[in-house]
């Protein structure tokens, strides 16, 4: 079975700096995907970005990066220029590209603040 | 619809009484998935239907559990004699049956 870890709970960041949060994930698969959700108030999950395992080139989509170390099991997240509306859960999650259409596995989250 | 629909987004229930969850997936997606998030936790899968098959309940906590999407479309959770443990946030979510899924607001269920 698939287990995804966040260590930080809670984080604060002041606006415009950089932070970075920590996903940590063990499988015993080759063939995956790494996601990295931003749940706000509104509860709706919505995609930040998307790492695919075999792809060594680490994602970026605009302020948001990750640093995927394969071998180590990590895919942390980067934001940039943290913004105020970047205050959120932020959520690790794994899927399985190994049989058919699984489930995504989630990690606990991480709750982000964004300080003016 | 633009996006995945759920309603209601809040129902209070008084334990013992049975609810009903709806979902309303992006027209066309033939997965669907439930999740339930408990208070400061990730959302924990379910169940998983492709079209009106559901291919997956491992994830149902109880036999008072049950999910259905007759038409391959709409689908519902129904939870039976409902208990304080099933307080949570429902997250359903449907995609084209690739990667990417897309989440709904949630039904938050109190049972008092």
């Known amino acids: 079975a698939q287990t995804v870890t966040q260590s930080q709970p809670e984080m604060s960041v002041q606006e415009a700096e950089t932070v970075t949060l920590s996903c940590t994930y063990d499988t015993s698969e080759n063939n995956y995907y790494l996601f990295w959700y931003k749940q706000p108030p509104s509860r709706q999950m919505i995609l930040v970005i998307r790492?695919?395992?075999?792809?060594?080139q680490n994602a970026t989509e605009n302020r948001f990066s990750v640093n995927f170390q394969k071998a180590a099991k990590s895919f942390s997240l980067k934001i940039s220029d943290s913004q105020l509306g970047d205050t959120a859960m932020y959520f690790c999650?794994?899927?399985?590209?190994?049989?058919?259409?699984?489930?995504?596995?989630f990690g606990k989250g991480t709750r982000l603040s964004v300080i003016a | 619809g633009a996006g995945v629909s759920q309603s209601p987004r809040y129902k209070v229930a008084k334990r013992g009484q049975d609810v009903a969850l709806r979902c309303d997936p992006i027209?066309?997606?033939?997965?669907l998935f439930w999740y339930q998030q408990a208070l400061g936790q990730g959302p924990e899968f379910l169940t998983y239907f492709q079209n009106e098959a559901q291919l997956d309940k491992s994830g149902l906590p109880s036999d008072r559990f049950f999910a259905e999407r007759p038409e391959g479309s709409v689908s519902t959770l129904k939870i039976q004699r409902t208990q304080q443990e099933d307080s949570a946030v429902y997250l359903c979510?449907?995609?084209?049956?690739?990667?990417?899924?897309?989440f709904g607001q949630g039904t938050r269920l109190t049972v008092v």
């Open positions: 790492q695919e395992a075999y792809k060594q």
């Open positions: 979510a449907s995609s084209l049956g690739g990667l990417v899924a897309f």
């Open positions: 999650a794994f899927i399985s590209r190994n049989s058919g259409n699984t489930p995504l596995v």
């Open positions: 027209s066309g997606h033939v997965s």
